[in-house]
């Protein structure tokens, strides 16, 4: 079993900055995918910024220029910095990560969410 543990959400102010942290535990032997997803109020979860294994990026454009994405292989984490926040930011933020359980197995993991909120 694997598990995706996330911090570092909270409250800022507008033009503020917060860093999400998504680390994975359990029986990992390797971790491909790694992605962000948002998911505001009466909206569909949407995906913010993705990093491959291979290290490739992928952003949403809402967050392109504001948002970083980043890994640590050796702690099986993920990180989100995002910068020039907006009130349109706020959201709960769930990390995602497909993980190879074994040397052909992989799965899908979520994390438990972490609110975002971006004061005006």
């Known amino acids: 079993q694997v598990q995706l543990v996330e911090s570092g959400g909270g409250l800022v102010q507008a033009g503020g900055s917060l860093r999400l942290s998504c680390a994975a535990s359990?029986?990992?032997?390797?971790?491909?995918?790694m992605e962000w997803y948002r998911q505001a109020p009466g909206k569909q979860r949407e995906l913010v910024a993705g990093?491959?294994?291979?290290?490739?990026?992928n952003y949403a454009d809402s967050v392109e220029g504001r948002f970083t994405i980043s890994r640590d292989n050796a702690k099986n984490t993920v990180y989100l910095q995002m910068n020039s926040l907006k009130p349109e930011d706020t959201a709960v933020y769930y990390c995602?990560?497909?993980?190879?359980?074994?040397?052909?197995?992989?799965?899908?993991?979520w994390g438990q969410g972490t609110q975002v909120t971006v004061s005006s």
């Open positions: 995602q990560m497909v993980v190879r359980t074994a040397l052909f197995s992989t799965y899908t993991y």
């Open positions: 990093m491959s294994s291979g290290g490739s990026t």
């Open positions: 359990g029986r990992i032997f390797g971790i491909n995918a």
